[in-house]
């Protein structure tokens, strides 16, 4: 068994400084371009990383951490786990991830407490795995042939089966990863890498008993790679003793998020993550050549926390953000300077606190860790919602924090709003944002290239604006919204507009597949010099008589998008946040506007991923929330918005959230939340339409859910909407999808006699 080398992160970014992978896909995907076009896409892509990361000095390069769509899907493909109705498709890989015309795609949901989305495997009892390992072993190949020896990455069994709900298939999916490894081993291949992100939250007994099971078996193969089980995004805890009783070789820990070990690893090389994979803040030396010192271990390998997907390419690309932050933030590249630097440090004995070399940027220093260390409480929610759910947040942000007042009872507002609105039954709308064209996104570049002027964008702005209003009245949607033409993203366009934010200009990240944003840097105390929306909205409400709903982001949700300073708990961040989309409800009910939308996609996403710290994220999650909305009048309707994240899971904080319509993803899902809802006790609009397929579904589709949904709920709460907002649709899907939802709902309200 060959030594581990003493530096290696456990994955890179994949989309391309300038989103090379994102124009290959879509070009593919739009007929411009063959699938051979877009694996030199690929390939060149994957030559310019691990040269990349040879040069900043790293020693262990990983492969197979790049995806054209999804690491999990990947490892469907992988192990044969492909569902019998794609294996006919054009390109079934994406027919499982995107969809076809008559064929619905795999569900897809969030890569544990991140904003990356994943696609949810399905495995029934009569799926028959079979490896097909040509990507992995041809990456291994590729990198070979350009003078690199990497360390294949793949998703480990056990955190595989959990994704698919399926641990019960261990043993039939263990012949498969026992089969991979002596192809590998026979390709020359020293270490796997099999990451575990699973066993970092609460495991049952037979959960670690699959542990043990999985890891002794592979332990057990003759001729195989040394084993690196990597976990992240928390404490191994439970999971640590029986992961280190295996014959596994190398155990990979998160030191950021996590502690020091408790269980005896004397005789494991520990792979510690000291540099973190999810923020943007510099690594503290000290801290983490004391971590480092600390380690009882055969071997201490630097790395980073979990693998830098979650962050962008390099602080080269951004010139203009200002001196003081820029001095504070390392991207990935920055990143791996520091892992190599705090490994040359580690190795000759530096004393905790020693500067541990420099990045491309300069000295590697700063503080990494925030402190979230909230009080646990019971949840408590009633009829009578109170915003003062928890003491007010501590001095540091005492000043940013307002008090605020509540909301009249859910049957006071409820009565006060059919009044106003006078709705018809399955009230139909959309999420917010409409098809985000070329010619806007060049409108705004040339803005800030200074080749177009602010009036004139603005006048285009109002075009669309107009276009899209007049859209959905010829479609007949009941409540309308403005489409949002003048926003680049959800979470930027609020940062842009608030003190105490930065924004990047190629900040990328990866959300799924071809989809990226730019995470503002949320880096000073958060206000609102000026209202936001209220100009948008109120030109759009002049353009109809139908209700237009104001469409504002929610405060745990630019936070959750955000990355976020460090010296404050994250509960104190939110809530100034709050009292910033406070002012704006306000303000846009004082234009006239009678719905107001909160969206809170990242309500789950953030939720702690042991259960012990569950209840407090919640509490102060919630409270944030109603204080956001808080100055709403009885009149003014209150929507919020969520998805893809599993939030059947959540259901009692989302009611608790008191908003009086909640949307929410369900098509993508297969109608999953549909069995949750039945207490639910305001208005709700599981989604009839997969936004992220290119697929038009029929009105007997939409029918279809609908009558599923009204058997769960009674007519009068019910609201037919998408799953999703539509930006990354065109035009003429958007179109001929809504009227089919328009269709069906038409019929349905005849057939009820509605």
């Not at 976990?231 to 009783?245: I, K, M, R």
């Not at 998805?643 to 059947?648: N, P, V």
Request: charged share 25%; with cysteine; aromatic share 6%.
């Amino acid at each position: 068994m060959s030594t581990f080398p003493p530096s290696t992160v456990l994955g890179y970014p994949r989309i391309g400084p300038r989103r090379e992978l994102k124009r290959a896909l879509e070009s593919y995907w739009s007929g411009r371009s063959t699938r051979a076009d877009l694996d030199r896409a690929g390939a060149e892509l994957r030559e310019r990383t691990w040269r990349r990361l040879a040069e900043l000095g790293l020693h262990g390069l990983p492969s197979n951490t790049f995806s054209l769509y999804d690491q999990v899907l990947d490892t469907a493909v992988l192990l044969g786990a492909v569902p019998e109705r794609y294996r006919d498709a054009a390109d079934p890989y994406f027919a499982m991830a995107r969809g076809t015309e008559g064929l619905a795609p795999l569900r897809m949901t969030k890569w544990f407490d991140t904003n990356y989305h994943y696609i949810v495997p399905e495995i029934e009892p009569g799926t028959v795995f079979k490896l097909d390992a040509s990507k992995v072993l041809g990456e291994v190949r590729e990198a070979r042939a350009l003078g690199f020896e990497t360390r294949p990455v793949i998703v480990g069994p056990v955190t595989f089966l959990l994704l698919g709900s399926a641990l019960e298939r261990l043993e039939d999916v263990l012949g498969c990863y026992e089969e991979l490894l002596v192809a590998l081993a026979a390709e020359g291949v020293a270490w796997v890498q099999l990451d575990e992100p699973a066993l970092v939250g609460d495991r049952a007994p037979e959960e670690l008993a699959a542990v043990r099971t999985a890891y002794e078996r592979l332990g057990a193969v003759p001729s195989r790679p040394g084993l690196f089980v990597a976990s992240y995004f928390g404490e191994l805890g439970e999971s640590l003793p029986v992961l280190a009783g295996t014959p596994v070789e190398a155990i990979g820990l998160d030191l950021v998020r996590g502690g020091l070990p408790a269980a005896d690893l004397t005789g494991k090389i520990v792979v510690a993550g000291v540099v973190s994979g999810r923020d943007v803040w510099r690594t503290s030396p000290g801290r983490a050549l004391s971590l480092l010192g600390a380690l009882q271990a055969a071997q201490v390998v630097v790395s980073t926390s979990c693998s830098l997907l979650h962050v962008p390419y390099t602080l080269a690309d951004e010139p203009e953000l200002e001196a003081g932050l820029r001095g504070r933030l390392a991207f990935a590249e920055e990143k791996v300077a520091e892992v190599v630097a705090l490994a040359e440090a580690h190795a000759r004995g530096a004393a905790p606190g020693t500067p541990a070399g420099t990045s491309a940027d300069g000295p590697v220093s700063g503080a990494l860790l925030w402190d979230d260390d909230e009080p646990s409480v019971e949840l408590s929610w009633d009829d009578e919602p109170s915003v003062a759910l928890l003491p007010e947040p501590g001095p540091a942000s005492a000043e940013a924090v307002k008090p605020a007042g509540e909301r009249s009872p859910y049957p006071v507002r409820a009565a006060a709003q059919a009044e106003h609105l006078r709705l018809p039954p399955l009230p139909t709308t959309t999420i917010g944002s409409f098809p985000q064209t070329g010619e806007l996104r060049a409108a705004r570049a040339a803005v800030a290239a200074g080749t177009l002027s602010q009036a004139d964008y603005e006048r285009r702005v109002e075009t669309e604006i107009e276009r899209v209003i007049r859209l959905q009245e010829r479609l007949g949607l009941d409540v309308l919204v403005h489409g949002e033409p003048e926003r680049n993203d959800m979470v930027q366009y609020f940062a842009e507009h608030l003190d105490g934010f930065a924004v990047t200009r190629n900040g990328w990240v990866q959300s799924y597949g071809s989809r990226c944003t730019r995470p503002p840097i949320l880096h000073g105390d958060v206000s609102r010099p000026e209202p936001i929306t209220v100009r948008w909205a109120r030109y759009a409400q002049s353009l109809t008589s139908q209700p237009v709903k104001g469409m504002l982001t929610g405060p745990v949700t630019i936070v959750a998008w955000s990355f976020v300073r460090d010296d404050l708990p994250l509960r104190d961040v939110v809530f100034q946040v709050a009292d910033a989309i406070r002012q704006e409800v306000r303000d846009l009910e004082a234009a006239g506007v009678s719905i107001i939308q909160v969206d809170e996609p990242a309500l789950r996403e953030l939720l702690p991923l042991r259960r012990a710290d569950q209840a407090a994220y919640l509490e102060w999650a919630v409270a944030a929330y109603r204080r956001a909305t808080s100055g709403a009048g009885d009149r003014t309707q209150i929507h919020t918005h969520l998805c893809y994240s599993d939030a059947d899971q959540i259901l009692a904080a989302i009611d608790g959230l008191d908003a009086d319509v909640t949307t929410i993803e369900s098509a993508r899902s297969g109608a999953r939340i549909l069995g949750a809802v039945s207490t639910f006790g305001r208005g709700l609009g599981p989604g009839v339409y997969d936004i992220h397929s290119p697929r038009v579904p029929s009105a007997e589709e939409v029918e279809s859910l609908l009558r599923r949904t009204l058997a769960a709920l009674p007519v009068e709460r019910v609201w037919v909407n998408p799953d999703c907002g539509l930006k990354t649709r065109t035009y003429e899907e958007v179109e001929a999808s809504l009227a089919n939802v328009v269709t069906a709902t038409r019929h349905l309200r005849t057939t009820l006699g509605a």
